[in-house]
């Protein structure tokens, strides 16, 4: 039986509408949402990628796409530890690199109470694996047992994750390069709080610090020479490319009513009707809508293409740079229409912005995009550019003959 997604993403909505009211708090504190995870899952929305078969509702990219960009318009830090969860969990379903035991602890957990999962792999001095370096933290294998040693940062979602997947490099003769499911309450792991972002301040993105922590030997993802790299499934990576722009889109989406009401609302004495009479701010509020049609018409094509199957190649790595800098542009632009109030920290305007930017933070960034995106026009010409094309024969049409009328 085909699930009904209809009424799970209204609760989205209606739990985006209720996280905006606090937003700020966490905003202001950087204090974790632990509430707001309590609130999903309740709402069965944790579940809602994972697999039918361990309890899940069985959604697609197109359902994760809407719940996050409506968690986002309400509060973008609780959509992105959403996102990253729904990511690793729809990798659970679909990659076949879990094996059954870990797929049972996990999905069990995650029926039973708020059990978050994501991944660490982004070190201090390598940075993120994108750039194509091995990981300083390693696995040495001491009887039946992994025990891991290393420093990563930007652990999003931190204080509620119950697992990390930790990327590593074994201590072997011949090195081999895996994903370590990492319980965070095991002994060795300490959490060093070093998140001060200017923007998704409740991230909590702290760093992971692991000494000599133990799992079993069998409690690894994916395993294999280290000299293979790391190895990402490039259709698995749309999920990345699509929900990780749309909490940017969300922020921007949320600057943007918060910049209609304010028009349509304030209207002063020196104009004698609201400022949304005012051409200029029409023309503005027209652009940022603009652009934010664009975003979501990608973000919907690429959910749409990857739910049906259908290629799409470095699309959605485009995506994410247009959806990004649109969402950016859109909230700079809100702040100059906006004025002084924009930039008071007695409205949301300000927060939304700088929630906005910290999309850049992302990996990988633009201009890696841009050059991937360059290799494979460059690729398409030396391929086609050899290849014979029989030219269409050339046929001059002959003219009527006019005949004199008697």
Same mark, same amino acid.
């Given at each position: ?27 202001e ?32 990219l ?35 690199? +879990? ?46 047992? +992994? ?45 060093e709080?070093? +998140? ?60 943007r009513?918060?910049?209609? =009401? ?15 009479t005012?051409?200029?701010?029409? =023309? ?8 934010l ?22 699309d ?40 906005a ?50």
């Amino acid at each position: 039986m085909t699930t009904d997604f209809t009424p799970y993403i209204a609760k989205a909505e209606h739990l985006g509408r209720r996280f905006a009211l606090t937003a700020g708090h966490y905003d202001e504190t950087g204090e974790f949402p632990f509430a707001n995870f309590d609130a999903l899952y309740e709402a069965g929305l944790l579940g809602l990628v994972t697999s039918t078969e361990h309890g899940g509702l069985g959604g697609g990219l197109n359902e994760a796409l809407a719940v996050v960009s409506a968690v986002a318009q309400g509060e973008p830090s609780t959509a992105l530890v959403l996102a990253m969860h729904y990511s690793q969990h729809y990798g659970i379903r679909a990659s076949g690199k +879990w094996p059954q035991h870990l797929i049972e602890r996990v999905t069990k957990a995650n029926r039973e109470g708020v059990a978050l999962l994501n991944a660490a792999q982004v070190e201090p001095r390598v940075g993120s694996p994108s750039h194509g370096s091995l990981p300083e933290t390693v696995a040495r294998k001491v009887g039946n047992q +992994w025990r891991i040693t290393g420093h990563k940062t930007y652990a999003t979602g931190i204080p509620l994750l119950k697992w990390v997947s930790v990327l590593a490099v074994t201590d072997e003769p011949e090195p081999r390069l895996g994903s370590f499911l990492v319980p965070t309450d095991a002994d060795g792991i300490r959490v060093e709080k070093t +998140w001060n972002a200017t923007g998704m301040r409740a991230t909590n993105s702290h760093d992971l610090i692991l000494d000599d922590v133990a799992i079993d030997i069998d409690d690894v993802l994916d395993i294999a020479p280290a000299t293979e790299g790391l190895k990402r499934d490039e259709r698995l990576g749309a999920w990345y490319f699509t929900l990780v722009p749309s909490i940017y889109d969300g922020a921007a989406r949320a600057a943007r009513d918060w910049l209609v =009401d304010f028009t349509s609302t304030r209207a002063p004495a020196s104009l004698g009707a609201p400022l949304s009479t005012v051409p200029r701010i029409q =023309d503005g509020i027209g652009q940022i809508e603009v652009w934010l049609a664009t975003n979501r018409r990608l973000l919907r094509t690429i959910a749409e293409d990857f739910d049906a199957g259908r290629p799409f190649g470095s699309d959605s790595a485009a995506t994410k740079h247009v959806v990004i800098e649109n969402a950016i542009l859109a909230t700079t632009l809100a702040l100059d229409l906006g004025g002084n109030p924009g930039i008071s920290r007695d409205h949301p305007l300000e927060r939304h912005h700088r929630d906005a930017i910290s999309g850049k933070a992302h990996a990988p960034q633009n201009n890696m995009i841009r050059t991937i995106l360059a290799k494979g026009a460059f690729a398409r010409y030396a391929a086609r550019k050899d290849e014979p094309v029989e030219p269409v024969a050339v046929r001059t049409p002959t003219r009527p003959r006019l005949v004199a009328s008697a």
